[in-house]
């Protein structure tokens, strides 16, 4: 998404300049030509050749001296720029941006910009909540500047509170979602992730592999198209670099199944990445289950409810989208389950292929649509599978706008 990007990295003069080090990697990382224009007292806390040498191109930060020995002028670099990012962005900034004040390279370049701007501010608890930052926060929202942050804890002045430069993670997530087209917008998209854990006593419970990461990244992409998701999900130790998707956490099949209907006719489309237990222990006992010196141990398991079967079931005009995690007769399995749990598309992965299924980053699959089409991915990141069953969700959704024949019948 930020690759070819030409973006400028204002570094205004806070203590988390340091920090903007660690953004500017993270956007080159991504492929984006990135532009540094520091402020006079950003320099006073990281020299401009960090800069330099992160981003391999000229730190700019005086306005005369540049236009005499560079072609790249203040409007020049605003032309090409497709965004600009100020991270950290000080009270003395927000402040001079909202009140028409350009009498330095950063803020000149600012007034001469018609691409987003994105502000990560960063400032002591006290100055942030100040009438003076908030009315020029709220004038620049007005108009139509972005936010991303400041985030609550720990400040380098030694207080506590809101005034931290948002996580880094945050920021990006922030600029990709600016760059995203939001073909979803409108939608309520509900996905489920990880697994779920069956107790058997009140100190072991049988589950699965499933670390979440599928689900996790269909939340995310799905959020950055404009979605308004929730996210139903087992436990897991993934986070989300994003505050505005609501996270449910369960714990077994059953308690998946009431959150799942709770949201069911608030939400147009469901998306099962979860790996749900089919089985579950008969009895679960209410005390730990004693070691024997001999014998053998049996559990009865009994099946769980098939959520997504039972959704299928009732559909009403909802889209279902499910997964088949499987380790033989992949496609056969997936058809099968299509038809049975009637479903618009079922996103079939192999998990005995390396670099697919539970656990890693990446993800092999196959997705297969009602009408008996199958498109075959190749080896590519949950992130990137995630796009691609969206783009397909898209097109249902615009299928049904339409009017076209919905849902089909079998
Ligand atoms: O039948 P199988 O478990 O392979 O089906 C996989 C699909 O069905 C996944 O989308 C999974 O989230 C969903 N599922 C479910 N309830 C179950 C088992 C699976 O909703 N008990």
Redesign the pocket.
């Known amino acids: 998404m930020l690759k070819n990007k030409e973006i400028i990295l204002g570094v205004t003069g806070g203590i988390a300049a340091y920090k903007a080090a660690e953004l500017l990697r993270e956007m080159t990382r991504r492929e984006a030509n990135v532009h540094v224009v520091m402020t006079q007292h950003a320099q006073q806390f990281v020299s401009p050749l960090t800069f330099q040498t992160l981003s391999g191109n000229p730190v700019l930060s005086e306005m005369f001296r540049l236009f005499m020995g560079s072609k790249i002028g203040h409007v020049t670099l605003a032309d090409i720029a497709n965004l600009t990012v100020i991270a950290p962005a000080t009270a003395n900034i927000l402040g001079k941006i909202a009140n028409g004040v350009a009498d330095d390279l950063l803020t000149t370049m600012v007034m001469a910009m018609k691409v987003p701007v994105l502000f990560a501010p960063s400032m002591n608890v006290n100055m942030w909540e100040s009438s003076f930052v908030q009315n020029n926060v709220e004038r620049l929202k007005a108009y139509g500047y972005q936010f991303i942050g400041p985030a609550e804890g720990d400040l380098a002045c030694g207080s506590e509170g809101r005034g931290r430069l948002a996580d880094i993670a945050e920021i990006i997530e922030k600029i990709e979602d600016i760059f995203t087209k939001k073909d979803l917008q409108g939608q309520r998209i509900l996905v489920?992730a990880g697994p779920t854990l069956e107790p058997v006593d009140p100190v072991r419970y049988i589950t699965n592999r499933s670390t979440g990461k599928m689900g996790f990244a269909l939340a995310k992409m799905a959020c950055r198209r404009g979605a308004m998701v929730t996210l139903i999900t087992g436990p897991n130790y993934l986070s989300l670099p994003r505050s505005d998707i609501p996270q449910i956490v369960v714990h077994s099949?059953r308690e998946m199944r009431e959150a799942v209907r709770e949201q069911y006719d608030d939400c147009h489309i469901i998306i099962?990445?979860?790996?749900?237990?089919?089985f579950r222990p008969q009895d679960t006992r209410g005390g730990k289950i004693k070691k024997r010196e001999n014998g053998t141990y049996a559990l009865e398991l009994e099946k769980?409810?098939?959520?997504?079967?039972e959704?299928g079931e009732n559909k009403g005009d909802h889209i279902l989208v499910?997964?088949?995690?499987?380790t033989s007769e992949l496609m056969e399995?997936a058809e099968a389950?299509l038809k049975e749990?009637n479903l618009d598309l079922?996103i079939a992965n192999d998990v005995t292929q390396p670099g697919a299924g539970f656990g890693v980053d990446t993800n092999i699959v196959k997705i297969l649509d009602t009408r008996g089409r199958a498109r075959k991915l190749p080896l590519m990141t949950k992130e990137d599978v995630a796009d691609i069953i969206l783009d397909q969700v898209v097109k249902l959704v615009k299928k049904k706008e339409k009017g076209l024949p919905w849902p089909r019948n079998w």
């Open positions: 489920t099949a099962m990445a979860a790996a749900v237990a089919d769980n409810p098939d959520i997504l079967k959704l499910g997964f088949a995690a499987e399995n389950k749990k079922i």
